[in-house]
């Protein structure tokens, strides 16, 4: 039954034709995703001070951010939509925290933050040891800024997703936001190259 199950799925690439052509399966397409995005993020909610309402109110507006980003056309899949919807659901959540000025469970999002950077960083076109180079210090960031420099540098989406993915209230926000990021990356490296210096010398 599972392995049936498994063939009867809907694609990534077909979800998002049939959204964009209003096909008959659009609310198969929808009905999957709500399905299929729901555990992991009951899972952040639910150890970060929420439950089950408030991870369906939080993934029910991912899904309609994905839905019209869609129906706008050119919607570009740089990554699985799981992924999409997880950030999306993530920062809506984070922000809310911080508004109500409830805790945070910094590890948490610090992880979820981890992994839509693993999944691009593996795809990055280096050798081996540059892309060890990258990673090691893309991980001095905070997740914040992380993110927000995978989703612009890696994986080309614009501000103004950028913008709706991580909550920000508009596009200047977030090309703000990733023009600090990107400061302090350089910095980074700077430093980096600097303590090599005088290591080798």
């Known amino acids: 039954m599972g392995l049936l199950k498994s063939f009867n799925r809907i694609s990534d690439i077909a979800i998002i034709e049939a959204i964009e052509q209003s096909t008959v399966k659009e609310d198969e397409c929808l009905s999957q995703l709500y399905k299929d995005n729901f555990r992991p993020i009951l899972s952040l909610v ?5 439950g089950e309402e408030e991870a369906k109110e939080v993934l029910q507006t991912a899904i309609i951010v994905l839905y019209e980003r869609i129906k706008k056309g050119g919607f570009e899949l740089k990554a699985k939509l799981s992924t999409f919807l997880f950030s999306v659901a993530k920062n809506q959540w984070y922000n809310q925290l911080k508004e109500n000025g409830k805790t945070v469970s910094s590890n948490e999002f610090s992880q979820a933050a981890e992994l839509s950077y693993e999944i691009k960083i593996d795809n990055y076109d280096a050798n081996a040891e540059r892309k060890k180079w990258v990673v090691s210090l893309m991980n001095q960031l905070k997740p914040d800024c992380k993110e927000v420099l995978v989703y612009s540098v890696y994986q080309k989406y614009s501000m103004k997703e950028i913008a709706e993915m991580m909550g920000f209230k508009n596009e200047q926000i977030a090309r703000n936001k ?13 430093n980096h190259q600097k303590e090599s210096h005088i290591m080798a010398s």
């Open 46 to 50: 639910s150890k970060n001070n929420g």
């Open 178 to 190: 990733k023009a600090k990021c990107l400061n302090y990356f350089k910095r980074i490296v700077v």
